[in-house]
């Protein structure tokens, strides 16, 4: 029974050192695979409870488990949506095949990095056919809040690289100087004329013409100026008049000391809060900055010259999407020829008690499991979840040098194992001769 159990013990340290080596094998194999986690063998003895003074080998198992919470060193790429998990979290995956039947019933997967690229119908996709997936923001570019402990609200990111953008504009904020001597008696009372750019609905360039008409007082200066504000895509047609006056105290001089509505006027009422006055041009309502009272922001009224010194708006005219970035937050960015950008998707990380009991799939990618606990949907960098890095991949945590140590090691244990059994056999091949 002994001799027998030195013999099991021998058989079962070869096939413990043979598991060994073929995790050894995998991982070197894989040592230039982005994002690959090791394996890594553990031997475990068995023990026969024994008695009489004889003892019982109960021999070895090995056990095999990947270190998934391991992280690889991250390398620079030239591929804006090369992406990479600095620190804790994985990214949000599906396969393209089950994408690409859209019966919205996709499963996620879990990875750490990927090199995604815009496939024939715009799909953020890896060569290894991975569809990545991210929360759909809405159309300027909020993402409203979805469930954090289900992959429901995931969908794979696609993007329309001939789509074409244009955005309306609803603010004007203007900052002119009026000539103040313009406001003197006997002065010609000339219109200082504006005209402003803004984009209508369809993205269409249209403009408000603003004219500035002195009142031009039989003594004195009156320090009052009439604004009119009339819109080209109504045919010149008045969208808002308004009294300007200003103050000409030392310490407040040239800045407007009141806003009044011509009678009759079609635009609203100015707010002193905001500085602005609202005037409904073609598209819509347009809110005009003017800036506040006593405040040298926005129109002044000082000197002898007329000067737009600043003249800002929002609104873009219709533009071609030129380029897609992901940033640190997970926020994925689409960039338009025109210089604006707006927000497209939302890539959460994904983070579980126990990385290490997902189960692992090809491709480096890994399915949540009752081992690795239930998982929850962070914005990247807050909680404990790290940032995504775009233009870098994950190396392997692959050490070449340490994996052909143990594989020199392991190779010494199954030759020893080997021996064992050499000498149990030579040991019953003498207790067979003693018959003879």
Known sequence: ??????????????????????????????????????????????????????????????????????????????????????????????????????????????????????????????????????????PDGTVPPYPRDTSDGLEPVQINVNQFSGEPTTEISLGVNLPATETDAGSLGEAQNLAVEYFDNLGTSESVNISFSPNVPATGSSNEWTMTLTDSALDGAVIGEYTLAFDDSRTSGGTMMSVVDVPGSPGGTYDPITGAVIVNVDGGPLAINIGQLGDSDGITQLSDSFAPVSISKDGSPVGNMTSVEVDANGYVTAFFDTGINRTVYQIPLVDLPNPNGMVSLDQQTYLPSPDSGNYFLWDAGDGPTGDVVSYAREESTVDVAGELTSMIQTQRAYSSNAKVIQTVDEMLQETTNIKR
């Open 1 to 138: 029974m002994t001799i027998s159990s030195s013999l099991n013990a021998g058989v079962a340290g070869l096939q413990a050192n043979a598991t060994r080596l073929a995790s050894i094998s995998d991982n070197i194999a894989n040592s230039s695979t982005f994002g690959y986690k090791r394996v890594n063998t553990d031997f475990h003895s068995m023990v026969i409870s024994s008695s009489g003074g004889t003892y019982s080998a109960g021999g070895v198992r090995a056990t095999t488990s990947r270190l998934i919470d391991q992280s690889g060193s991250l390398v620079s790429t030239s591929n804006p949506t090369d992406l990479a998990v600095r620190g804790r979290g994985m990214l949000p995956v599906a396969q393209a095949a089950q994408v690409e039947v859209g019966n919205g019933d996709t499963q996620m997967l879990l990875t750490t990095t990927g090199s995604f690229r815009t496939d024939a119908a715009g799909y953020l996709r890896s060569d290894a056919g991975l569809i990545l997936l991210g929360w759909p923001a809405m």
